[in-house]
C-alpha cells in the first residue's frame, strides 16, 4: 500500500532531551516536507526536501533540523526540544514539486514537550 | 506574502444538502491548489488538486473550481452525507517547489 508512515505517533518528552521522528514513503517520491499544525495558526510548514541531499527551510525552521540521506526516509530532529515545540507533526511526500503533483501526508505525530 | 482563508470556518447541514466551501487568496498568481481532508486526529488526504492553467476538477461528489482572478477556490459537495463530516482545507502553491499555504480549514458536519 502507497503511504507515508510517521513513527512515533504519540511522544511526551521533557525540555532539552533530543529527539528525532522518523518519516518514509514507499512511492519514491522526490519531494517531501514537515508540518506543524498548531490551533489558530493552522499548517506550518518546516523543513522541505526537493531530492536526496538536498533540503531547505520553510517558514518556521528554527529549533529543528532534518537530512535527507535516502530517497525514501526523511526525518525531522529536535535537538534541544522546547514547551513550544508542542504541537502535531505530519510529513508529506509527492513526486516532484510539478503542478499536477498531489500530496500525501502521514498520519501525525502529536508531540508534547513538558 | 500569500495569504488562504476560509470561510465559513464551521458548518452544520443536514444529510442530503448541497453544500459550498469557499477559499480565497491573495496573490493571484499561483502554481497550484489543493482541496484536502482532515479527519480528527489523522493526517491531510488530498482531494482535488486544481492546476493554474484549470478552471475546475470533479471527483464523483466532488467539484471544486478555481477563478484566479478573483483569488477564489470553491469545494462544491452534493448530497452530502454524515460520512463527509470533516475539516477541509485549501492549499496554495504560490511556485515550483515554494511552500504550500494552507487556509485554517472549514469543519463540516453532516447531521443524519
Known amino acids: 500500500e502507497a503511504q507515508v508512515t510517521q513513527n512515533p505517533r504519540y511522544l511526551i518528552t521533557v525540555t532539552g532531551k533530543k529527539l528525532t521522528v522518523t518519516c518514509s514513503q514507499n512511492?519514491?517520491?522526490?519531494?517531501m516536507s514537515w508540518y506543524r499544525q498548531d490551533p489558530g495558526l493552522g499548517l506550518r510548514q518546516i523543513y522541505y526536501?526537493?531530492?536526496?541531499?538536498?533540503?531547505d527551510k520553510g517558514d518556521v525552521p528554527e529549533g529543528y533540523k532534518v537530512s535527507r540521506k535516502e530517497k525514501r526516509n526523511f526525518p525531522l530532529i529536535l535537538e534541544s526540544p522546547s514547551p513550544n515545540q508542542t504541537s502535531l507533526y505530519f510529513c508529506?511526500?509527492?513526486?516532484?514539486?510539478?503542478?499536477?503533483?498531489?500530496?500525501?501526508f502521514g498520519s501525525g505525530t502529536q508531540l508534547s514537550v513538558l | 506574502k500569500q495569504e488562504v482563508t476560509q470561510i465559513p470556518a464551521a458548518l452544520s447541514v443536514p444529510e442530503g444538502e448541497n453544500l459550498v466551501l469557499n477559499c480565497s487568496f491573495t496573490?493571484?498568481?499561483?502554481?497550484?491548489l489543493q482541496w484536502f481532508r482532515q479527519d480528527p486526529g489523522k493526517g491531510l488526504t488530498s482531494l482535488l488538486l486544481?492546476?493554474?492553467?484549470?478552471r475546475e476538477q470533479t471527483s464523483g461528489r466532488l467539484n471544486a473550481s478555481l477563478d484566479k482572478s478573483s483569488g477564489r477556490s470553491t469545494l462544491y459537495i452534493a448530497a452530502s452525507q454524515p460520512g463527509d463530516s470533516a475539516t477541509y482545507l485549501c492549499?496554495?502553491?504560490?511556485?515550483?517547489?515554494?511552500?504550500?499555504?494552507f487556509g485554517p480549514g472549514t469543519r463540516l458536519s453532516v447531521l443524519p
Open positions: 512511492m519514491n517520491h522526490e519531494y
Open positions: 496573490d493571484s498568481a499561483i502554481y497550484n
Open positions: 508529506a511526500s509527492s513526486l516532484t514539486a510539478g503542478p499536477n503533483e498531489k500530496l500525501f
Open positions: 526536501s526537493m531530492n536526496v541531499e538536498v533540503t
Open positions: 486544481i492546476q493554474s492553467s484549470q
Open positions: 492549499a496554495v502553491r504560490p511556485n515550483y517547489g515554494q511552500n504550500f499555504v
